[in-house]
Nanobody, 120 residues
């Protein structure tokens, strides 16, 4: 069974940092792409970042470029999202999901999400 579990969220002041983790199991981790998404109250879910380790690609939304860094530890089947210089508009529930590739492939096996709250 494919399973993704997010962790690492919390409450932080603007300008602070958090590192989210997405622990994966049930599939060949480094063959697939893992994406981070977020959904704020009253807003649609949006893509934040994606990594496809086997082809060496990473993608970022314009709103997080230069502040967020995605990485993977294949030995631990875990993808990380390092979030620096956080802003109140980064407040959302963050989810990870898996796809065949970062672009043009549907994401599935969504985790339960982890709440990130950035205070001003």
């Amino acid at each position: 069974e494919v399973q993704l579990v997010e962790s690492g969220g919390g409450l932080v002041q603007a300008g602070g940092s958090l590192r989210l983790s997405c622990a994966a199991s049930g599939f060949t981790f480094d063959d697939d792409a893992i994406g981070w998404f977020r959904q704020a109250p009253g807003k649609e879910r949006e893509g934040v970042s994606c990594i496809h380790s086997s082809v060496g690609t990473t993608d970022y939304a314009d709103s997080v470029k230069g502040r967020f860094t995605i990485s993977s530890d294949n030995a631990k089947n875990t993808v990380y999202l390092q979030m620096n210089n956080l802003k109140p508009e980064d407040t959302a529930v963050y989810y990870c999901a898996v796809a065949l590739r970062c672009q043009g492939s549907p994401f599935g096996s969504w985790g339960q999400g982890t709440q990130v709250t950035v205070s001003s």
